[in-house]
Every structure is written in C-alpha cells, then in structure tokens.
C-alpha cells in the first residue's frame, strides 16, 4: 500500500522535502487518547539537528493537527498532523537532477518516476517526511504509556565506539527519552561525537547500530504468519532512511549458537511466567511473550559527504566527477532513533488495536 | 492481514501440522503462466528432510491444483495448492501442550489462543506450513524465470563454517539450484554437515546465515516509504521460522564503514548504467537499481534438541525438565534455503505485477 | 484483493466450477467458536436446487474442513473449508467458449483473461463458488447467534409475486431459516413457483429482489466513510451472482419522500434508545443504531435460457444463433438467498472483530 | 481500511466541518498527469451551493495542493489537498450533542465514539468532507478524459419530477459537466427547482436519483467476485452521504424481467462486439464489457429539515421535540452530483491502475 501502513491502525505519508508541506494521517486511533502538543514537540526535537554533529538546516518543526483532536483527546476519526517546511534552499539540488548522488534515491527515483519525481531536496525520499512520522507515533506512545508500554532506543555502536547494553529496562528508557543523543554511557557517547565531528572535518559520515527495547507489551500479539511482529515491525523499520539491517533478540549471533544456548528457559517470576535469558527479542513464533522486545537496526553512513566522488552525467551519458556542498549530516544515527521509537509505536498500537479493538487504546 | 501477504499478486496460507493438509492460495496471478508440476516437485524436493542431517519424518509432499490451472496455464484466478498431510505421529505432542517447549511458540500460542490451538506438531506454527509457500512461490519463480529474474540463495555461514560468497552470479544461481545441500564451495558444505551431525550426537541444534542474490531483476520496481522492496521483503523473510535478522547489501557492516567507502559509484558498463560496488545489495530508497538484489537472513539453531531443558509444567505452576524425544532436525538452514527462495519469489513477483499490471508476468 | 475482502475477519475463494473443487479460506477467526458440521450441511442445502424449478444438476455439497478447527471448534488460524465438485458434465460448454452467452460473462472473461479461463461451466465465475461462501458464512453465523444476532432473508417479488414484509422480526427469521423456499406467506410462495415453472416451461427464467433483515446487531459499528455498514455490505453484496441493485432502508423509495417522512424520530423503548420507524435501515452515517438492519437485493433473472438467442461467433467474427441446452435453472432467487445470508454474516462478523477485538466472536 | 479506500490507487480522507481543514490524500497516481487547478476549481463549484434552493453557507473552496505536484503534474508521490474551514458558525451545534437529530449520524457518532467526536457541523460526518473527495476525484479525471473516458450524472427523478435519459451518450455528459444543477432536459429542471424551494419553504426537504454513465470504459478490467466493478462502485457510492440505493443497469427492475428479456445480445458494431441493447449496465460477472456503465444512486432527503422533530434528549432520558435553525440545503440531490461523478472516477482510475500498471494513467 505503498504510503500507507498498518492494518487496524494506519498511517499515511505525504510530502516532499521542499513543497508546502510534510504530513501524516493517522487512522483507526481509539477516541479518548490525551494528545499533548508538548509532548509531541518534544519527540520532535528528538529527531532535530544536534550541535555540531548535524546539518546546519534549522527546521522549527512547527506541527498543526488539523483534524481528530476535539478538546485535547483524539475523536477516532483521522487525525492529520501537518509539518509546513521552512528554511529550504531549492537552488542547492537543482543541479543534481541528471548527476545522481551515489548513495541517495535519485537515480532510482528517475528510473521510476520518468523525471516527474520532485528532485529538490531528494523530494519524497528525504528523511524530512520522518518529522512527520515521529509527531503520528508520539500521538500514539502517548496511548502506549497509558498502557504501562515504553520504548527506548539507544546508539548501540557508532563509528566504531560501543555504548553500555541495557541493565535496568525502566530506568534505562526513561534515561535515554531525555537525551539528544542516546547513549547509556556518556562517556562513549562523547567518543562517539568526537568521531562524528572528526569524520565530518575530513568531509566524511560515519553510520552505527541502534538498539531499541520495550517493555510492558502484554504477551498473546502478534500472528504466526506474515504479520509476526518481526515481520510487521522490520516493514517498518526499513522504511527509515539508512536502515539496512534489522535483527531481533540475538539476531545474526544466533548463528553461532548451538540450540541448548539459543533457547529461553521457561521460569517463574513472582507467579509470572518469564524467560530465564531473552535471547529471542520477546517474541516466539512471531507473537509476544511477555518479556521486553529488543532488536537492533543497522544505519548506513549519510549518502551525502563532501568528499568528490564519482558519478555519472545521465544526460551526457559519461563519468563526472561530483562535489556536494549544501548541509548535510555526517551521521543520522542519533536522529534516526526517534524514528524508529515513532515506527515501534505505530507498530505496536496497530498490532494492540487490532487484538482488543478499536476502544482499546483510548482506555475506554 | 495475517494470513495473507501482498498487494497486487497475493498469497494466503492455511493448515495445521498434524491436519489433513497445509495449502496456499496465490491470488493475482497473471494468466498464461506455464505450471510445471515436476519443476514444483523439484523446488519442494530442495525442502525436504536430507540425508543423517535432518528430521527421520520422511513426507510425500505430494501436492494438488485445486484451482486456476487449466491447460497446463495459469488462468488469471485464484490458484490453490493442497499439500495433504502424511506420517503424522500426534501421540509426540499432546503432552507438550501444558510444557511450552524453549524458544519455540507453545507458550505464545496458548497465550493468545487460549488453548483452542491445535498442538500436535506445533499445528500451525509448523514449518510443515513452509511446504505450501515453496510450492506458491515455485508457480512464481517459473514465470520470473520466463523474464530473466533468477534468484539463488547458498548457506553463508553455518556452525560456524564459512561459504565462499557469490563470484559469477549467473553461473552461481544455476549451480545452487541442483544442491540440496546449498553452498558454493562443495568442501566447506562437507565440513558443515560434519559438524551438524556432531550437534544431533550431543542431542543439540546449529543455526546459521542465509545470503541470496537476484538477478535479472529491473530498475524503478518498489516503493521510497512503506513497501519499499526491504520492506516489502524483510516482511515476508521474517516469516520464514527461525529466521531472526535480516540485511540487505553490506547490512549491519555498514554500521563502521565511512560514507566514502559505503556508497556505490556510478559507472557505465556496456551502455548500461551500473554501481562499480554494491554495497546497498540493488536497492536505493527502497527502489530496484538494477544490480544484483543481495540479503542475508539469520536462521537460529533448531529449538527442538533432544538435551533436557528447564521449563515450566503451566498447569503444576512449578518448574520442570523437558526432554523432547520424537524426531527433529538439528540444523534447518539449508531447509530454510527453499523458503527464502520462494517468499523472495512472491515478493517480487508482486511488486512487479503492480508496477507493470495484471497481464505482465503471463507474458501478454 | 481481488478473491479476499474484509478488514479484520477475511474470507478468500478459489475454485472453478468444473475443477477438483471451490473453497473458501476464513482468516481472523476468533478461537473458540464452535463448528458444528450439521449446521453447515444444513445451510449449505437451502443454496441446493429445490424441487421442479431448479437445474437437475445435482450436487453432494460434502464439505472438508481442512484447516482452523480442533477438537470441534476454531483453532483462530485459517479455516479452509473444501467442496470437491462432482456430477461435472464439462461437455455441454467447450463449444462456447467463442459463442458467448448473453448475459453471463463469457465474453469478458474472454477479454480479460485472453482465453486461459477455464470456460467449463462459467468456471471460477460459476454460481458453484457460492457453495464455499455459503459454507464460510455458515462458520461466523453459529457465532453471530451465540451473541443474539439474528439474519433472515425472504423473497420479498418473484416474477411480480409480493411476499408479506417482516412482522415480528425475530419470529420470522425463525421461520425463514427452516424454509428452502424462503418466503414469509406461503400461498405467495406458492404463486412464485407457478410462475417460475410456467417461465422453465417456455424456455426463460425469472428474477426478483431479496430482503434481508438482521437483528441483535449492536449500535456503534461501521465508519463514517468508506467502510460504512452500506459500503461494505453492499460490496460483498454485489459479489452475489446476478445481484444488480442493493438498496437499505427505504432505498429508492427515499428519493420520492419528504425529510419530514423519511427521518426515523428517536423513542424511548424500556430505557433503550429506538427509533419510532425504521426508514433508514439501522444505520446512519454508515454506522449501525441499534434498530434492525434492513436492505434489498434485485436479483436479475438468470441468463442461462433455452430460448434461442442473438449472439456472435467470436471466431467466425458473425452473428449467429445460441440455444442453451445443458442443465439450468429458471431461477435463483431462492437459492440466492442463503448466499446473501452468508455475506451478511461475513461483513457484519468482520465489522464486530474489527471493533471489539480478536476474542470477541469466540467469546472469551 | 476506515478512510482509505482503493487497492493500487489510493483515497485517504480526513478532516471535520468545523475544524481547520478538510482533505485528502491520493497515493498510487501515475507520474506525469496534468494537474490543472482550474479544472479542479470547476469542479469543486459543481459541489457548492446553487442559487435559493441551496445552503446559505457559502464556502470559498480554496484547495491547496501541499505534495505530488511538480511543474504542473503529478509526481507520482502522495498527492495531497488542503481546503480549509471558513465561515464556520459553531454556535449553531453545541447544544444538539445531547440531542440527536433524526436521519443524522448524531446518536450513531455518540454509541461510537463515545462523546470524544467533534460535534460540530457533524464534524468528520459532515458532507463537507466531500469537497475533499470532488477535488480528489478532479485529479485522475483529467487522466481519464486524456484516455477517452467520461464521466457524467444527472437527476434521473428529483421531488416526483423525472428526467429525460441518455439519448447521445457523448454530448449529453459533455452538456452536463457545464451544468450547475445537473438536468438534460432543462424544463424539467425547472419544476424540480420549484418544488425544492416550495419544500424549502414549508421547512422540509426533497430527495431523488442520480443517474451516471461512463463511456470509453475499456472492457476486460475488474474482478469475477468482491472487487466487481459494481462491488468496488457501490463500496465508494454508499460513502456519499444521503446515498440508499445503487443499481447498475436496468437494476431492481430486472426483478419484473423474463431472462429472454434481460439478456443483453451480443452483435458486430464496425468489427467492435458490442451488445444490442446495455440492460447490464455495461457489466458482466463483475467486469466491463466495453458498453457505456450506467447505474442509479437513491439519494434521501436532507434529514435536516426547519420543521420540528421528535427526538430524545439523552441527558435527561426523555422525549424532547428539536427544531433545527441553522442554514441547510432542502435538496442535496444536484450537489451530491459531483461527489459521484469522483468517486467514480477514483475506483475506476483504481482499477485501470491495478490492472495497467502505475505508469498508464500517465500516459507513459
């Protein structure tokens, strides 16, 4: 369904880098859900440019609902989230229509839209529609708190630099939801932003793992098919910009492992039906087990470095040489965190809307 | 939607285990399309139990065309396969049904159907149910075939043991699809299989990693958001039991490389355009760029081991030790291979079907 | 979807009227509900050919339940329910495949699928694939009555015959369900089958409009927009061979009343919240109210006559004679009507798993 | 799907009449169709109010196009169109929320959403939200006319008044789209205006039946069963609001036909088959067959009408009788004209798409 997502709960896309505007329509929410403008401003500024370490774009992020919101709670019907651009310099990208980035979409955006694609700013395919994305999934982690359900993600690697793992679940996603960039251990955190700034000066990016965690999903969701929870959240989560990689629990370690050590014991905990280990993500067969879900996604380094590289002249029909100036990041992955939080949820609340109902999530 | 998958071709899946039968429903199909019932047998055959290293349950998998073949063609209409169940030894399992076996999905089951589950054989969390998608995408994989979309999956690593990796991809492909046993290099196969019948003495299970190519497959096909062709893919990939994580190009490598080193350049090769490198496994912003589409798919080791495991007796409400008996497979990795094979095929045959239309593949 | 509709709950149809069988796959069931084979049957025969005015083909109708059920009820994993066609006389059709039948849809089939359909008997256009729908509609129907909900359909015209209206609702759906010509005054009932005999006795056929009432169904389901109870009844509705006019409430009457006449004013009925008439149906704003749903079907009369007729020889490229001969019937109005019952009950099931959850229908 | 209607050509609505904006999303157009504002706008001024027979609410209909459009075509990215609230009177509805308005979705809205809608103007019930879908449908008109297919729609009987039909298919819907209220004989129109505004004046209001043809519809394209062209039709055509009733072809008078009467005969029209006469409205088993689609909406009489009502306060549990003030239309027949005429232009770009692939209604 191309720009749509999601099966009881949906989530439609729209918007280029440099039109009007970005936006979202969420569909399917339970009426009664509390919508928190201020909330939703902060998941924002979340995924906004950081410091030294982040373009030099400046968007204000300024969101209107233009519709199922009635005196603070959402009404059930759809609610559309509307992000108008600002600050957008169109002459940077003009240029790049018939001289692909390597790296980027603009070779395959031409291959599929025949040259009608909108080139400035990579158009539809900027990682500008994920503000979009993460203002719809802050309305919805909203409801998920609600529920006693919390997401967190941290940098798990970064240019080569390893954050701590999580210890303490709660304390640890309440940590990372207030901090810009999500790291555990600060002082990796630090060696990782010196990498970034180092990788930046030479004109160069740098990619890394993020880790994300959830804890209070009751068990029972998810399908044993097509719509597992890794399948409906992998969807999802490749739809992020720069992610290449998704793995739940141990992921491509489990293929080291013998089975007598891949496997969860089943234990007792307080009456409660736990595993011992949580080598399989929280998820067995597709549906949730009651154990925290964790998996790890892979972000490439940004396409777009200031270092020549070589290209082709599509019009010309012969090799160039390219040299992107503009403002560019020289790492996405702390941005692309509040992204993936926003798709887990949208994930999430789908999966939960769709087992108890459309009632569910607005606590009614 | 469950148990159906797709947007403009589409596949449904339904059977239990231990029932009179597993079977699959492609919906979408263009007409005209040759069904070979002997080539089906053959990409089932790649399925199967092989030699000391898998399961003693030896299936037919004889299958029927219930429907939407005629004339040895596709008709256009909704094609069912049956795959009646045989050699079914229920008595295995009864027992298992208040025991959740580790890592597999008897607790998550009875979670969420509240014990109205068919346990025997895991019922229709079986990967018996696999039988069905191979033999779906099989009626696929014929018609890309007919338009020169190969895809060839070998096993990448296994208990530990490395395949040398794809070099002439055509040739490649071809070689794969004659080796029930799927690697590239015969003598790393042998050393594989060594050490998965060394796992089945001590009672215990390997996992390992799957890594597939497909060529042939055009430019412009797939989506920049939702159903981007990862996506779209890493849905269905993570359907296929055990498989844990999934990676596209470089995938989680990406994570320590510089953007200089991990975008692909753009070159001309005979005319074509073409990416000197591939490290993004053929696909940018979601969408085909005409390179070899590359993944790798993370399989566990197999739950079922015969060592004895701590679990719970749910209705005793105490601990317990399982010692499964009955008859498993210690490795299902290069078992596995078929699936990954077929879901890949289903996946772009239909995004094919809904880039170029209902009558594309059929060849009209 | 082509062969699949519905949201929550989907059913998906395969078969050809002269292949090894039609089948139905329900999705999205609720575990728990229970199956009872009897009632199947005994709804699967108000579809079979009734007495001296139906065709003489006569069919077994003995169903499979291949998949979702144990023990006696639904497992909530895919239902696929199996009618192995017998009694074929494929014959009396290969000459028509470049003769198209009036009417019927010979000729775009033709065009739509470039002569790979199978022409045998209407193939997976045949009225048989009713046999799976009705059989799937019987599945939901025992939950549907365990939670009150009551459907009936009457013959409300046969060839300018009038039935009398629904009375007291729920005394008359009783009494329709035991009828396998279902009308609610009997000598008008009589009357219709003079004329329809009197029509076969000519060569012609006859058609008519069905009237369907459902009670206990919940006020709140349905949505404001596209998935209004209207909407997607009236879609599956038009699913129904032969059906070619759908009308709630009043219906077309609407266009010729006054708002003063046509608003249904609300009252009070033992604290429950009715309305004094019932114009609109049950419904407003697409959503269900509480009062009884209520709509009509035109059913054409069936095209299949042995009556000579105008047609072309599409190879020949000229006009040419048709007399039918084979086996048909000159009307199915009746027997329309336990499909019409069947696709009520699917939507209506699919529309209260939606809002209220997975569980909901088995009640749990 | 809620509010997203449409398979390989998507329609998203959202919005309420008393909040910022209405609007829509369109996802799945074809790169490269012309997107002509003024088009859009003349269509949009078919839905406004018309003279005294009409709303006094005047509403500007200023749409903005926020994404998908570039250089004055599409992109082939969501398209996106904003018409913003204005002239809103909120005043008029506050207190009617405990008070539901007979014929309205008020109570429906109130068992549903559970107080948490926007009550004002009906808020997402509101046939405002049709302006959304006029302009919505404007766009992949324009792409349907470059194919040779036309769309148009009359009153067929308004306030007891009948039309005259079709007569030259071409020049009639071509005289219509230049008609603000909708008649082919204009004498008629003018009595139907008289007794609308003598319905007006006594506080009540009229309904009737809108007629549709579509010509240059290619034959072969829509589906043997629940996606029929009248399936996908009548799903979108009981979306527009005061819609009862739908019938293709000769519809519920097939019931008083003989079959030998109602059987469309197949002939030779300058090498083209053709059938004699069109009772099938262009539709066999589900599928164009190449003549005109033509098929009838029953549209209801306004329910808000001056004229007191009976209805419940539900606050206070009793009898309460409601006169409705505000500005209303007394006839929404000819304004709901425009609605139709889009929404069938969505379902059959949809399907055209679904079955040519995305590129074709780019004319690429």
Redesign the interface.
């Known amino acids: 369904?191309?720009?749509?997502?999601g099966?009881?709960l949906?989530v439609?896309?729209?918007?280029?880098s440099h039109?009007?505007?970005?936006?979202a329509?969420l569909?399917?929410l339970a009426?009664?859900i509390p919508v928190d403008e201020k909330y939703i401003a902060e998941k924002l500024s979340l995924r906004r440019p950081y410091g030294k370490i982040s373009t030099a774009r400046r968007e204000a992020d300024a969101f209107?609902?233009?519709?199922?919101v009635?005196n603070g709670?959402?009404?059930?019907?759809?609610?559309?989230i509307?992000i108008p651009n600002a600050d957008t310099k169109s002459a940077d990208y003009e240029a790049l229509r018939d001289i692909?980035r390597?790296?980027?979409?603009d070779?395959?955006?031409q291959?599929?839209?025949?040259g009608?694609?909108?080139p400035r700013g990579g158009?539809?395919?900027s990682a500008r529609?994920t503000a979009a994305l993460v203002a719809a999934g802050a309305v919805v982690q909203t409801a998920l708190e609600e529920k006693g359900i919390l997401i967190g993600t941290h940098i798990f690697?970064?240019?080569?630099i390893p954050d701590r793992g999580f210890m303490d679940p709660e304390a640890d996603i309440r940590t990372l939801c207030g901090r810009p960039f999500p790291v555990l251990d600060e002082e990796a955190g630090g060696k990782m932003r010196l990498m970034i700034e180092q990788?930046a000066a030479e004109g160069?990016?740098?990619?890394?793992?993020l880790e994300t965690m959830v804890i209070g999903f009751p068990?029972?969701?998810?399908?044993?098919?097509?719509?597992?929870l890794?399948?409906?959240l992998?969807?999802?989560l490749?739809?992020v910009?720069a992610?290449?990689?998704?793995?739940?629990?141990?992921?491509?370690?489990?293929?080291?492992?013998?089975?007598?050590a891949?496997?969860?014991?089943?234990?007792?905990d307080a009456g409660q039906?736990k595993?011992?280990t949580n080598r399989?993500?929280g998820?067995?067969?597709?549906?949730?087990?009651?154990m925290p879900i964790l998996f790890r996604c892979?972000?490439?380094?940004?396409?777009?470095?200031s270092?020549p590289?070589?290209?082709?002249d599509?019009k010309a029909?012969?090799?160039t040489v390219l040299r992107i100036s503009g403002r560019h990041d020289p790492c996405v992955v702390h941005r692309a965190r509040a992204v993936v939080d926003a798709v887990t949820a949208l994930v999430l609340a789908d999966v939960l809307t769709?087992?108890?109902?459309?009632?569910?999530l607005?606590g009614?």
Chains 1, 2, 3, 4 share one sequence.
């Open positions: 369904m191309k720009n749509t997502f099966n009881a949906t439609t896309l729209f918007g280029e039109g009007p505007a970005v936006g329509v569909d399917g009426p009664g209107e609902l233009l519709s199922g009635y709670k959402t009404t059930g019907t759809p609610l559309c509307l692909p390597p790296g980027h979409a070779f395959t955006a291959t599929k839209f025949h009608f694609q909108d158009g539809h395919f529609q690697r970064c240019a080569g990788a160069d990016s740098v990619g890394g793992v068990s029972g969701c998810g399908e044993p098919w097509f719509d597992s890794e399948g409906m992998s969807h999802m490749f739809s910009p992610v290449k990689g998704v793995e739940f629990g141990d992921g491509f370690a489990f293929a080291d492992l013998k089975g007598s891949a496997n969860d014991a089943f234990c007792l039906v595993t011992a399989n993500g998820i067995n067969g597709g549906i949730s087990n009651g892979a972000v490439k380094p940004t396409p777009s470095i270092k590289q070589k290209t082709l599509l029909g012969e090799l769709g087992r108890f109902g459309t009632d569910y607005g009614i």
